[in-house]
């Protein structure tokens, strides 16, 4: 049984940096919509998708293209397109399957929803092969997902077939050859509400999310006393 947790004062799932002394500091803003921070696997990039930005494929109606920033000794350096990567629809860098090779996922690439390797040599990314997840189907507008510390199990948010109401979290594992069918991690994380953005932990046993207006459906009094402040979104831990 899954052990929820709200997680506030964690910063996962935003572009910030910790300074014991100043708290929570922006590594950069760009003054748009920045989503889905994903640090190289060496640590000397961030990877991120960039909305309505101008230089976007698409620009400033293009809901989404990877960006990235290389880490210097004062911070991130001014973050750059990565045209290789994107599209002129909403684009999202799922994270790394291997040091040199990435996941994404383009929300319509050649009029289909497809999740695309990249793999990257000295000449820079190259297109690599569209990833197959068997009864992958997209109901909604909303797509989110990240790779674990291995690349090997893939987690996302999506309204799909047998979900709980709204966008659920499912998981998909690579068996060595393809990626298993994606299935609903069940009703002890997910709920009628949207769960969104999952992310899991280096170590694999705590799984990140964020999710709106939470779990109304318990009795108002055991709402006050766990998540006192609960209420917008908010970021919860889940432990198994």
């Known amino acids: 049984m899954a052990i929820l947790i709200r997680a506030s004062t964690i910063f996962v799932l935003a572009l910030f940096t910790f300074n014991p002394s100043r708290g929570q500091t922006p ?20 990877y991120f998708t960039l909305a309505y930005h101008p230089q976007n494929k698409g620009g400033v109606k293009d809901s989404g293209d990877v960006w ?21 629809h909403y684009d999202l860098l799922i994270g790394f399957s291997q040091p040199n090779e990435v996941l994404v996922y383009h929300a319509n690439l050649n009029s289909q929803q497809v999740i695309q390797s990249y793999t990257k040599d000295s000449s820079g990314w190259n297109k690599g092969e569209a990833i ?8 909604g507008d909303h797509f989110s997902a990240s790779l674990d510390s291995s690349g090997q199990i893939m987690v996302m948010a999506m309204d ?25 991690i069940g009703g002890d994380v997910n709920t009628a509400k949207q769960e969104l953005s999952p992310r899991l932990s280096a170590t694999g046993d705590s799984l990140f999310f964020a ?9 108002p009094s055991r709402i006050a006393k766990t998540f006192p402040n609960a209420g917008g979104r908010d970021v919860l831990l889940s432990r198994s």
């Open 68 to 88: 990235f920033a290389v880490a210097g000794d004062d911070g991130f350096d001014s973050p750059v397109p990565l045209p290789e990567l994107s599209t002129e």
């Open 160 to 184: 799909s077939y047998g979900s709980y109401g709204n966008e659920d979290i499912y998981m998909s594992q690579f068996n060595g050859t393809s990626w298993t069918r994606p299935i609903n």
């Open 27 to 46: 590594a950069f803003s760009l003054g748009y919509d920045e989503q889905q921070p994903i640090p190289a696997p060496e640590g000397d990039k961030l």
């Open 132 to 139: 197959s997840l068997p009864g992958l189907k997209i109901e």
């Open 211 to 219: 999710i709106g207006q939470y779990l109304e459906k318990l009795e």
